[in-house]
């Protein structure tokens, strides 16, 4: 079983940044491909940002150029540096796993079998 807790929401301003954190533990032997998803009130789960287990990723159009993901594989942490915040940002960000069968860095929530409980990001004008 895959755990994951995300850290690092918080409020912040127009054009301010952030970064994001999830502490991932309970892996097992198998390669993970792990994505950032958003979701704010009233609206449809958004994929954000996805990277597999060999370092290729994939960003929705709305964030391309501001949010990039990373991850320490030393440290068991996935990352995303957001920046340029615009008020459309606004969401509850959780962090998602699911092993890697070579499919690439898809942003399709119903592909991925983990999830964390999420941290809120609040861009204000």
């Known amino acids: 079983q895959v755990h994951l807790v995300e850290s690092g929401g918080g409020s912040v301003q127009v054009g301010g940044s952030l970064r994001l954190s999830c502490a991932i533990s309970g892996y097992t032997s198998r390669r993970y491909c792990m994505g950032w998803f958003r979701q704010a009130p009233g609206e449809e789960r958004e994929g954000v940002a996805a990277i597999d287990s060999v370092g290729s990723t994939s960003y929705a159009d709305s964030v391309k150029g501001r949010f990039t993901i990373s991850k320490d594989n030393a440290k068991n942490t996935l990352y995303l540096q957001m920046n340029s915040l615009k008020p459309e940002d606004t969401a509850m960000y959780y962090c998602?796993?699911?092993?890697?069968?070579?499919?690439?860095?898809?942003?399709?929530?119903?592909?991925?079998?983990?999830w964390g409980q999420g941290t809120q990001v609040t861009v204000s004008s």
């Open positions: 998602a796993a699911v092993p890697d069968y070579g499919l690439g860095p898809r942003l399709v929530g119903a592909a991925f079998d983990y």
